[in-house]
């Protein structure tokens, strides 16, 4: 990609909509300059422009919501960005997965992505484990260590073979998403992450 070859309107600034690279979900349109699309091509995460603020604005450098770039592609006329990105959080300020969760056709609201449940759970299990809240059930399986969490899991791969043996769609998804929770909550104990995961399967995959 050659950056001259971007056609920057008179202020210099071109739109740049990021997706979710795992989802495909549309999750904000922001502006860069060629400064801001320098350094996010350096750093692998978004950098915007801020009309508001008239300033470079680092996505996520004080909430930790960053956007790790995987690809940026432009249009057939040269004057807007398409950046492919995992987030590491709510892409609104408001706290929602996408900026564009509101419809204008009534009773069509935009639904969050699969994807959004899963991060919003990896960032409190990454706080429940910095910070160990007294009372909380996750807080004490990461006290009690990594053999306890292990057991929970075989608990509920059991449960799992039981509801799928059993024909019970309901109690299946009840006893996946149990699962899936506590291994969550392993991996995020041994320091591996989802992507780290979702990287082997890709690899596998191609």
Not at 63 to 83: F, H, M, P, R, W
Not at 126 to 138: I, N, V
Not at 190 to 204: A, F, N, P
Request: charged fraction near 30%.
């Amino acid at each position: 990609m050659n950056i001259e070859e971007i056609k920057f309107d008179e202020k210099g600034l071109v739109p740049a909509i990021v997706q979710d690279a795992r989802s495909k979900s549309v999750l904000t349109l922001a502006y860069m300059n060629k400064e801001s699309l320098k350094m996010t091509l350096e750093k692998k995460e978004t950098v915007f422009y801020s009309r508001s603020r008239q300033e470079l604005w680092h996505k996520g450098e004080t909430s930790g919501n960053t956007q790790k770039v995987e690809s940026i592609s432009y249009d057939c006329d040269q004057d807007a960005l398409l950046i492919q990105a995992v987030p590491s959080g709510p892409a609104c300020h408001k706290g929602d997965y996408s900026c564009f969760s509101e419809s204008l056709l009534e009773g069509t609201n935009q639904k969050e992505a699969p994807y959004a449940i899963l991060d919003q759970l990896k960032q409190v299990l990454a706080e429940r484990k910095s910070t160990l809240p007294e009372g909380s059930y996750t807080s004490q399986l990461f006290q009690e260590g990594v053999d306890r969490i292990a057991k929970k899991i075989g608990e509920e791969a059991g449960e799992v073979i039981i509801a799928a043996k059993n024909d019970d769609k309901e109690e299946l998804a009840m006893e996946s998403a149990d699962l899936l929770f506590h291994l969550l909550l392993l991996l995020t104990d041994r320091g591996v992450s989802l992507d780290d995961v979702l990287s082997v399967l890709e690899d596998r995959h191609q």
